[in-house]
Each structure stands twice: as structure tokens, then as C-alpha cells.
């Protein structure tokens, strides 16, 4: 099977575990659930948020072919969604990282609440950006 196909059927699932994860988190406001600790659930959702941002740069890498064309290529996309997407992408992540960093030491606090409405702007962004490619998936 092409990578390319391998890497976007993971991307897809990935990115409903994090909308999920995301909810849940925003629903827990802290709590715990399930029997679980409340950072057992944040640290489940960073996991997956890792594997997330693994995903999405073997999903710009094989996309974009060879790195060092990434920035010509990226400016001379006309489709400002795509761009916004790459941007937001990165913002998140590196957010996401920070965050990990603040609320394992300090607990919950702004990064994350920050980390959480970019992050959930990009996961919204990207969804639409699947919705709109979807029949790829299917022409293989
Ligand atoms: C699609 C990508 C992601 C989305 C949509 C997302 C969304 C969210 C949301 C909505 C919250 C709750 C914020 C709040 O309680 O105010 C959150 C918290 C958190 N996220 Fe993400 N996230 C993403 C990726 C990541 C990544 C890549 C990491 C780490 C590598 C990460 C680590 C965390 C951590 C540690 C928290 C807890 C922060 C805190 O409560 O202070 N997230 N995220």
C-alpha cells in the first residue's frame, strides 16, 4: 500500500481520537473519569497528539516531496486555507508541547487554555480540509 494512503487513513482516525481527547478534556474541567486520574487523560491526549504531529509532518514530507522545496512550494501555494492549516498546525503543536511542560509541573494554566482554542482552530480547519479531499480515499 502507498505510504502516502497509510499515513492519511492513520491521520484521519488520529485526528477523531483528538477531537475526542479535546472534548473530553474541556468537559472534564480537571475532573476525573472512568477511575482515571484527570492527568491520565490529559497525558493519553498528549500521546496521541505526538503521534498526531508525527503524522502531519510524514503527511507534509510526502505531499511536499524533498524538504528543502517545502518553503518555495508552501510560498507559492494560492490556497491561503492550506496555508493557514500549516501554520496552525505548527502553532498547536508547539503549544501542545508547552503545555505538557506547564501542567505536568504547575497544573492547568493559561498556555494550555491558549494551546487548547488554536489547537481546536487547526483540528476544525483540517477537518474541512479532509471533508473537501475525501474521494481520495476512495480512488485507490
Ligand atoms: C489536533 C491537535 C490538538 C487539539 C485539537 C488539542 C486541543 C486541546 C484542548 C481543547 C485542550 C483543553 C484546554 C483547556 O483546558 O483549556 C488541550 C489541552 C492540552 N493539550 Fe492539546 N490539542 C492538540 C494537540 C496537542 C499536542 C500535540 C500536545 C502535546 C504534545 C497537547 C498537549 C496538551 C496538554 C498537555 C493539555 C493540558 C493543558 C492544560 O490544561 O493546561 N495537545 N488540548
Given at each position: 500500500?502507498?505510504?502516502?494512503?497509510?499515513?492519511?487513513?492513520?491521520?484521519?482516525?488520529?485526528?477523531i481520537?483528538?477531537?475526542?481527547?479535546?472534548?473530553?478534556?474541556?468537559?472534564?474541567?480537571g475532573?476525573?473519569?472512568?477511575g482515571?486520574?484527570?492527568?491520565?487523560?490529559?497525558?493519553?491526549?498528549?500521546?496521541f497528539?505526538?503521534?498526531?504531529a508525527?503524522?502531519?509532518?510524514?503527511?507534509l514530507?510526502?505531499?511536499?516531496?524533498?524538504v528543502?522545496?517545502w518553503?518555495?512550494?508552501?510560498?507559492?501555494?494560492?490556497?491561503?486555507?492550506?496555508?493557514?492549516?500549516?501554520?496552525?498546525?505548527?502553532?498547536?503543536?508547539?503549544?501542545?508541547?508547552?503545555?505538557?511542560?506547564?501542567?505536568?509541573?504547575?497544573?492547568?494554566?493559561p498556555?494550555?487554555?491558549?494551546?487548547?482554542?488554536?489547537?481546536?482552530?487547526?483540528?476544525?480547519?483540517?477537518?474541512?480540509?479532509?471533508?473537501?479531499?475525501?474521494?481520495?480515499?476512495?480512488?485507490k
Amino acid at each position: 500500500m502507498k505510504k502516502l494512503y497509510v499515513v492519511n487513513l492513520l491521520l484521519a482516525v488520529v485526528a477523531i481520537v483528538m477531537l475526542a481527547s479535546s472534548i473530553l478534556i474541556e468537559v472534564l474541567h480537571g475532573a476525573d473519569w472512568l477511575g482515571m486520574a484527570n492527568h491520565f487523560w490529559v497525558a493519553l491526549h498528549a500521546i496521541f497528539g505526538i503521534l498526531m504531529a508525527i503524522l502531519v509532518f510524514a503527511h507534509l514530507r510526502l505531499n511536499w516531496a524533498r524538504v528543502s522545496a517545502w518553503l518555495t512550494r508552501f510560498k507559492k501555494s494560492s490556497n491561503k486555507v492550506t496555508k493557514a492549516l500549516v501554520i496552525l498546525s505548527i502553532v498547536a503543536f508547539i503549544s501542545g508541547f508547552a503545555a505538557i511542560f506547564t501542567f505536568f509541573t504547575s497544573g492547568h494554566g493559561p498556555v494550555g487554555g491558549i494551546h487548547g482554542k488554536l489547537a481546536l482552530v487547526f483540528l476544525i480547519i483540517g477537518i474541512g480540509h479532509f471533508i473537501k479531499r475525501i474521494k481520495w480515499y476512495f480512488k485507490k
